[in-house]
Every structure is written in C-alpha cells, then in structure tokens.
C-alpha cells in the first residue's frame, strides 16, 4: 500500500512537472536546468555512466509523454507508470553505484516532497 502510494504521488508530479513545463517561464527553465545539473554533479558519474543514464532517462521521459498522451483511464495511465518507472529504477540500478543509487532514490524523494508541497500552497 505504501509503495502504491509513492507511486502515485510520483506520477502527480512528473504529470505536475511536464504539464508545468509549457509554462514555465525563461528564468524557471534555467533554474530547472540548473537543479538537474547540480543533481547530475552530485551523482557524479562516470564518463561511461552518463551517456548510459541519459539514454534510461530519455526512455523514461519518452514513455511520460506516450503515458500523457493516451486517453486511457487513470487506472491505466497508472499501471503504465509503475511499469516505466519500475523499469526505469531496475536500469538505474544496473547502472549506479550503491551510493549513486542510494542518492538517485533520495532524489526522487525529495521531488516527492517538493510537489506536496507545492500541491499544498495551490490549494
């Protein structure tokens, strides 16, 4: 239940972020970029591992916008989503160090925790 959970509150803001993303302002896309690269540094990847990483995050992104883009229920966009993603960690961690993986996982927490509150100030 608590995984399921997650889940969906990842699902809400990576829906939250692509659907953000086309308003976003000039300035906010910079500091996006920013926070990816700063995130990026701290995983501190290989010169082996990035082009490997960057290749698991453009499938991922790619099956966001396929998810998105289906008038599918939400049940179904959901089911799709645990299955991209699920795929997307099993990748990661075939490629990460335990301590990459560890801050890749702590990352997605705190984007998690971002989009809570973000959520909350909306209301």
């Given at each position: 239940m608590k995984r399921?959970?997650?889940i969906v509150c990842m699902?809400?803001?990576?829906?939250?972020?692509?659907?953000?993303?086309?308003?976003?302002s000039e300035q906010e896309r910079e500091e996006a970029m920013e926070?990816?690269?700063?995130?990026?540094?701290?995983?501190?990847?290989?010169?082996?591992?990035?082009?490997?990483v960057e290749e698991i995050n453009k499938e991922f992104f790619e099956g966001l916008a396929d998810i998105r883009a289906t008038n599918g229920s939400r049940l179904e966009k959901y089911n799709k989503f645990?299955?991209?993603?699920?795929?997307?960690?099993?990748?990661?961690?075939?490629?990460?160090?335990?301590e990459q993986y560890a801050i890749y996982k702590e990352n997605q927490q705190e984007q998690r925790e971002n989009f809570k509150q973000r959520r909350k100030g909306n209301r």
């Open positions: 399921a959970l997650m699902l809400m803001t990576i829906s939250a972020s692509v659907h953000s993303q086309a308003r976003m926070r990816h690269e700063a995130y990026m540094s701290k995983l501190n990847l290989s010169e082996e591992q990035k082009p490997k645990k299955r991209l993603s699920s795929t997307r960690d099993k990748k990661m961690k075939e490629i990460l160090t335990k």
